[in-house]
């Protein structure tokens, strides 16, 4: 039976959530940084407080019960008001200051991550920075669970509860090996991908899917196009496979610079008007109190991208129609 008088502390919550995050009371303990008997006694006073099992304990796992289930979004929510509450305390209203997880996708976080920690650094001093680099599925899910604030990735994200905040789009190039036909031009099709063997990366990566829709616009058929055997975990891989002659690969502006500058690859441009491109954009929770300070960050994230691209568009002009 619940104590009617009972408040809950913001550490009993915590605590409540992050076992519910972890399915682990060790790992929860570790994260909080306090011990298991402390993780486990706040636990007791807040399931007693309201009278209601939130964790079912076992020597094997450990179980939210229905009613923990129902009850942790308002859990997070509380959390993530007493954290907005403690910015706005240190006059921190739509300025980004303390604590900050943010989320990014392998093909965007190498290119722009060192122009974006810079200009954090240089203009809010008073941000704590924390960088997760996922792909999009589990960074959503990240999101979801509270574990992070913020995610950059390709929309659209196509999940509930989020809001989306456009930032900027990007165009995508063509890696070939030197001397291949369509090397170093600027006006290719979409139509000139039937002449590529398209290496991708690994299933989950939304960059391959992404290609993959582009063969499709073109009316290809992408297991014809595409190289399904051989495959990467990144661009750096899928770069050095184009140099051994394997195939070509698309990549997206910002990595060029860091990707495509080496020996043994050419890089082709789309011709003008022709959408191969990806819309890069902001998510969080609808939840969320931080929406000023997180579109703050993303005018940060636009500037990263264009300071990546600023020495793409000399090259571009070089490239010759062939």
Partial sequence: MSNKEY??????????VTIAENKHFGTAA??????QPSL??????LETGLGIQLIERSTRKVIVTPAGEQLLPYAKSTLEAADAFLAQSRGAHGTLTGPLTIGLIPTIAPYILSGLLSAINEEFTDLEP??????TKYLLQQLRDGQIDVAVIALPSEVTGM???SLYTEDFAVALPEGHPLANRNDLTLEDLAD????LLDD???LRDQVLDLCRRASLNPSEVTNTITRAASLTTIIQL???GLGATLVPISAIEAEARRPGVAISYFAEGVQAEREIGLVYRSSSTRSVEFLRLGELVTSAFQTAVAEQEPVRSEAVVK
């Fill in 242 to 244: 184009v140099i051994s």
């Fill in 196 to 199: 590529l063997e398209l290496l």
């Fill in 130 to 135: 924390r960088i997760v680099e996922e792909q």
């Fill in 30 to 35: 570790n994260k909080l940084s306090i011990s």
């Fill in 40 to 45: 486990s006694q706040a636990l007791v006073a």
């Fill in 163 to 165: 809001i989306e905040h």
């Fill in 204 to 206: 989950g990566h939304c």
């Fill in 7 to 16: 408040r809950p502390t913001l550490a009993q919550l915590r605590t409540f």
